[in-house]
Antibody, heavy 123, light 107 residues
Framework: QVQLQESGPGLVKPSETLSLTCTVS??????????WGWIRQPPGKGLEWIGI???????YYNPSLESRVTISGDTSKNRVSLRLNSVTGADTAVYYC???????????????WGQGTLVTVSS | DIQMTQSPSTLSASVGDRVTITCRAS??????LAWYQQKPGTAPKLLIY???TLESGVPSRFSGSASGTEFILTISSLQPDDFATYYC?????????FGGGTKVEIK
């Protein structure tokens, strides 16, 4: 059974870079059957799709964050990473990594999620 | 971006009630819609995908349906474990977008 575990600093200063890692066990990030994504949820609010990465390295980002976000993968370590530059208080959220299914030549639903990690942006 | 409008935002119901939650897409998403359940302090859990396909292991009291750009999640008989927040998500086009959520509370 796949498990996803987010890790990284819980506190980031304004204007600095948020960096998180998602370590995957029980599956391979190089599998063609899945893609890997990041989703965030501000405290008490709804879910926001940040972006995704396919096993072959192609990425797609939310246009609202695209100028500040980078998602990368390290298949040798079975990890997916998120970097978000120039953070502000509006970036305070629980950040989730998730596995999405690919089939019929398309990208589909998220079927497995990490437990999430709270990142607070504050000086 | 495709906007997903979910209603109601809050729903009060009793155990045994039939509950319906609606999600409307701002444009055609075919059947590329998923429903998730989220309990406080935990990650979302996939319930339904492709608008009406029940995820493995999910109780059969959950069902999904679609008509045009309107999608419905139905819980046929609400159980104590079902009090949670429910989100829809479209994956027809990038960026994927979520509905605002429906909190199902105890009446």
């Amino acid at each position: 059974q796949v498990q996803l575990q987010e890790s990284g600093p819980g506190l980031v200063k304004p204007s600095e870079t948020l960096s998180l890692t998602c370590t995957v066990s029980g599956d391979s990030t190089s599998s063609n059957n899945y893609y890997w994504g990041w989703i965030r949820q501000p405290p008490g609010k709804g879910l926001e799709w940040i972006g995704i990465i396919y096993s072959f390295g192609r990425t797609y980002y939310n246009p609202s964050l695209e100028s500040r976000v980078t998602i990368s993968g390290d298949t040798s370590k079975n990890r997916v990473s998120l970097r978000l530059n120039s953070v502000t208080g509006a970036d305070t959220a629980v950040y989730y990594c998730a596995r999405g299914r690919t089939y019929n030549s398309g990208w589909h639903e998220f079927d497995a999620w990490g437990q999430g990690t709270l990142v607070t942006v504050s000086s | 971006d495709i906007q997903m409008t979910q209603s109601p935002s809050t729903l009060s119901a009793s155990v045994g009630d039939r509950v319906t939650i609606t999600c409307r897409a701002s444009q055609n998403i075919r059947s590329w819609l998923a429903w998730y359940q989220q309990k406080p302090g935990t990650a979302p859990k996939l319930l339904i995908y492709a608008a009406s396909t029940l995820e493995s292991g999910v109780p059969s009291r959950f069902s999904g349906s679609a008509s045009g750009t309107e999608f419905i999640l139905t819980i046929s008989s609400l159980q104590p474990d079902d009090f949670a927040t429910y989100y829809c998500q479209q994956y027809e086009s990038y960026p994927a977008t979520f509905g605002g959520g429906t909190k199902v509370e105890i009446k």
